[in-house]
């Protein structure tokens, strides 16, 4: 079983910075792919971010593309989305996600592709 914790939300103003990490373990942490996905109040699951396993490939959702940065690094066996340029929109619970795929150079959207989910973690941009 894959265990996966996220940290790092918190409350910003609109145009600030902030970092959310996500670490895995029970499973060798370069065999999964791994997302960020986020959910607001009254809204449906939107993704966010994937890096490949190998890390050399990316994908973003529409609304962060050239504002959030994905990476991983898997000798210390963690993920990071950087969010810059933050606005009240996207203020939602964020959600770390791990697929075990067999292709290493990958990404996915598809919320099915990732078998292990970690506890949100709230983000909220004031404006």
């Known amino acids: 079983q894959v265990h996966v914790v996220t940290s790092g939300g918190g409350l910003v103003q609109a145009g600030d910075s902030l970092t959310l990490s996500c670490a895995a373990s029970g499973r060798t942490f370069d065999s999964l792919l791994m997302a960020w996905f986020r959910q607001a109040p009254g809204k449906e699951r939107e993704f966010v971010a994937a890096?490949?396993?190998?890390?050399?490939?990316?994908n973003y959702g529409d609304s962060v593309k050239s504002r959030f940065i994905i990476f991983r690094d898997n000798v210390k066996k963690l993920m990071y989305l950087v969010m810059t340029s933050l606005n009240p929109e996207d203020t939602a619970e964020y959600y770390c996600?791990?697929?075990?795929?067999?292709?290493?150079?990958?990404?996915?959207?598809?919320?099915?592709?990732?078998?292990?989910w970690g506890q949100g973690t709230q983000v909220t941009v004031s404006s």
């Open positions: 890096v490949s396993r190998n890390g050399g490939n990316t």
């Open positions: 996600a791990a697929g075990a795929v067999s292709n290493t150079f990958m990404t996915s959207g598809d919320p099915r592709v990732y078998e292990y």
